[in-house]
């Protein structure tokens, strides 16, 4: 989890996912436990990392897009523009809050645009990304179907077990105590 913290490139910005995460939720406005919440990012962010590991993913952009991808949702049901959203938010934060290559960039916006009415994508960082999203389906209720997932490293019987269960126990990744202030279970919001 090397890039959880700060990464520094260049004398830069770099990324501080605390500080992205702080600058993503000054407007967020649903639920943090809700079903496109902190607590669905932060497992998106742990399958996105254990992917990476095998498929070569870029961590930064599996990081980032963990965060930024259901940012911009203004409910937790249907909202086919949050994706879009998300893209445009990711263009506005780089260079004030965050800061990554273009090429980095260029491959976080793509994913977060097209989360959800894209299927498939050439580049394996966007797969990375799609896939770390798809295997938290079951928190709402959902089996992911391996023949809709886009690496090899997701569809693996192992993988697919491990984030199932995290997501249909509602597992509450530790984490998530070094980036949110999160409000104790059971408790509104
Ligand atoms: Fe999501």
Known sequence: MTVVGCRVSGGGLGVDLKRVLAEVLREYRLPLRGDHGVVHWARVLENGLRLAGETGASEVVVSLFAVLHDSRRLNEHHDPGHGPRA????????????????????????????HTSERWHADITVQTCWDADRLDLLRVGITP???RLCTAAARKPDVLRWACERAEAGYEPEVLRGL????????PN
Not at 181 to 186: I, K, R, V, Y
């Open 87 to 114: 893209a445009a938010f990711a263009k506005q934060l780089r260079g004030r809050v965050y800061d990554v290559s273009d090429e980095e960039q260029e491959l976080l916006v793509v994913a977060c645009a097209g």
């Open 145 to 147: 179907d391996p023949a």
């Open 180 to 187: 949110v202030c999160l409000p104790e279970a059971g408790f």
